[in-house]
């Protein structure tokens, strides 16, 4: 599939203007790991398939919030990145919702290519673990 060309964000704060903060009453509610770490879980808006599961500190938030596409917080290299800058298989925010609890995120996008940086399309493709199938009473 031929990747799209660098998309154009439009960027919550103006140019030459310091960013803003992740808004206070959303910093609140967050309930952070002991890295300071929110998990982050991204599905396909339309078809509400599950993409894959990243991590997310204030930081990641703000920038996921103002400026249309998903930023992560990487465990393994301490730096944030962007889904799609090197891949080219982007990520654009359709809704952001906090869950009961505060500790996680629930991320709509319309994914353009790979979610998974194994180049499956969800990070659970053929993934699959044994387990006994449950079943309610009737």
């Known amino acids: ?12 704060e103006s140019a030459g203007q310091p960013p803003l903060d992740l808004p206070a009453d959303v ?11 929110v998990a982050a879980i991204i599905q396909q808006h339309d078809s509400k398939e599950v993409l894959m599961l990243g991590w997310m500190d204030d930081e990641a938030l703000r920038r996921t ?25 982007f990520q654009f ?4 919702a906090l869950d009961c609890d505060g500790d996680a995120l629930l991320i709509n996008v319309d994914q353009v290519g790979a979610a998974c940086h194994t180049g499956t399309t969800t990070c659970f493709d053929g993934r699959e673990l044994a387990a006994v199938v449950g079943h309610r009473d009737a």
Do not use: N
């Not at 599939?1 to 919550?12: A, I």
């Not at 910093?27 to 770490?37: F, N, P, S, T, V």
């Not at 925010?93 to 952001?96: E, F, L, Y």
């Open 93 to 96: 925010v359709k809704s952001v």
């Open 27 to 37: 910093a609140a509610r967050l309930k952070h790991d002991a890295a300071g770490l």
């Open 1 to 12: 599939m031929p990747q799209s060309p660098e998309p154009q964000s439009t960027p919550v």
């Open 65 to 89: 919030l103002s400026e249309g596409r998903v930023t992560f917080y990487s465990r393994s290299r301490q730096e944030y990145w962007r889904k799609g800058d090197t891949s080219g298989h």
